[in-house]
């Protein structure tokens, strides 16, 4: 006899689909507690002890801005952190992983696609409004009335910014468990100079340092999990994540240039995408770190081997771009 769901014993409207296990967050003073534009952090993932796992997007550098020595009106760039990172090293066992040039470009880009309420709670990472930059920033010419709102979040966060590790090895492969490698995955961070971090009128006096430098991460204690992650990674476990290369920057007149070629030799077996970023010039100081340019493309010619037009034979139109972009959507 057929008996609904919910009339039988074995039915429950809740389900459990938790598990219960001792959750840290930890931060701990970084073996540098400070650094300068131009220098290289190295950030180990760390260890942890036996059965603990390091909770997938928790692991990042956590400090101050000190803008101190520059410009009186200085403030920050929007999405600062993003910016603070020039160059991206990703190691493991001594070999590279990965190796992006202009990481800041891709990932300033990147992070414009996240939902109004994702950026709205990403303080901590410089999105935030210029009101607020200049407030956190101790800017002089901040404003000091109808700033209600940004007083109390500068009463919260201050100067205190955070670079998170979101490396995909680390983001999208589940629980990471350390103690079952035997090397250090290791992110080399080189910062960016002081153009492409402060905003200011005087070129020659942007200046910024980090410091109170600590590492953050979030960990879970559960033999269960470790016992599995360890028997994942022995048996060989695969890490599938994008790696993104800046071939070449191309200056362009827009006044005079019409046409652009652009020759891509990436050497890898494969290829996912050629991301072309469009940015306007700008001196020092004068950095709108969020502002990418959209040309008015008409035609777009891919010649792959030898062959030109592989894609499509009269090149590709500004109608074939929008049905491109018609099925990303879909």
Known sequence: MAVQENLRPTYSEKLLRAMKAERTVKRITFDRTEASPRETLYVSVPKLNKSEVLVPGSLALRFDIDLFGGHANNFLVQNVTRALVDKMVVKFGGTTLEETVAYDLFKIFEDLFLSQEKRDDMILQG??????????????????????????????????????????????????????????????????EAAQVVRGSDATKLKYKLTNIQLQHEMIRSKILADEAESVFNSGKEFAYDHVMCSKVVPINKGTETRINIKVDAQRRSLKAILLLFIEGYTGG?????????????????????????????????????????????
């Open 127 to 192: 999105i935030q409004s210029e009101d607020l930059s200049k407030i956190r920033s101790g800017a002089g010419d901040k404003k000091t009335s109808g700033v209600a709102a940004e007083n109390k979040l500068n009463d919260i966060f201050g100067a205190k910014h955070q670079i998170n590790l979101d490396h995909q090895i680390l983001t999208d492969h589940g629980i990471f468990y350390s103690q079952a490698l035997y090397s250090d995955l290791v992110f080399e961070i080189t910062l960016a």
């Open 286 to 330: 004068g950095r709108d770190s969020e502002k990418y340019v959209f040309p008015d493309q008409t035609k777009v010619s891919v010649t792959i081997n030898g062959t030109p037009n592989r894609i499509f034979n009269n090149g590709v139109e500004d109608k074939d771009m929008w049905a491109g972009l018609c099925e990303r959507e879909e």
